[in-house]
């Protein structure tokens, strides 16, 4: 049996592997396709698509765009896109401009809280262009502020954290449009990372449907097997694809592994082929 990731993170915003040693780790994890689905930022796609060629390992690209709901962030993900992605770049732009004037305002909190932290050194952390909490994290764990990323994120960064600040990010229905016009997959990320009221998912998908919604990731790191269940259960009573991959990070997140998750993860060759298929029904967007 063959498994794929269609859930990842490089360089090119927070996770730590280049795009093309993501690639190679999928290959010796014996994936038979990866996708790199980085946050905000297409810029990690050539480098990951040149590296599976030489490889002969399927790659799907993609991308992670977070939208903002009255519960807090949902994630969507754009898989199968096309190369010329002009209406999607201006919204990427828009984003990692939000981001940088976060980060900016983040490591301020930071400095009047005592810590010894410049703008500098967290893009310096940063070896692509879309710069988030984590590169903030990484460098209070290199200077002992915290013994790690978690810490960081208990103690500064995350939401109860003594610098929190959210971030703006797109509506869902602008990133289920931008990434539906464009001809993508777009999928849920994740919907069960956060317990949700009774029936609110079910709405959030229906308000998602008309913009272009066309899949749900089922398979994720977080998600338990009822988790899952239930995925596949909203999949199956909305017509939506299923889709599964680690969300891995490379040492960011280091106990998630690709492809394989916390170890039991496994998302099988069927997946990519039943999503292939669905994108051949729907034919070119119009
Ligand atoms: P940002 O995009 O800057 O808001 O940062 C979000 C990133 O931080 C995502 O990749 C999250 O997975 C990561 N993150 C959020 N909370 C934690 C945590 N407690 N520990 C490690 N990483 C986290
Ligand atoms: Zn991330
Ligand atoms: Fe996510
Ligand atoms: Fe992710």
Known sequence: MQFIDLHTHSQASDGTDSPGQLVRNAQIQGLAAVAVTDHDTVSGL????????????????????????????????????????????????????????????????????????ELDEVLHEARGESVGRPHIAAVLV?????????????????????AYLPKEVLQPEEAVEVLSSLGATVCLAHPMLQKLPEGWLEAFIERL??????????YHSEHSEAASRRCLELARHYGLGVSGGSDYHGTNKPRIRLGKGYGSLRVPYSVLEELREMRARRGPPC
Not at 87 to 107: F, G, H, T
Not at 149 to 161: D, P, T
Request: aromatic share 8%; net charge neutral; with cysteine.
């Open 46 to 117: 050539d480098e990951a698509e040149a590296a599976a060629r030489d490889l002969g390992l399927e790659f799907v690209r993609g991308c992670e765009l977070s939208t903002s709901t009255e519960l807090g962030e949902m994630h969507v993900l754009g898989l199968w896109l096309p190369r010329d992605l002009a209406p999607l770049q201006d919204r990427l732009q828009y984003l990692r401009r939000k981001r940088s004037e976060r980060n900016v305002r983040i490591v301020e909190k930071l400095q009047g809280l005592g810590v010894e932290i």
């Open 209 to 218: 449907l008309p913009c272009g919604l066309t899949a749900i990731e089922a």
């Open 142 to 162: 290199r200077k002992g502020y915290v013994k790690d990323v978690s810490e960081a994120f208990k103690e500064y960064l995350g939401y109860y954290g003594r």
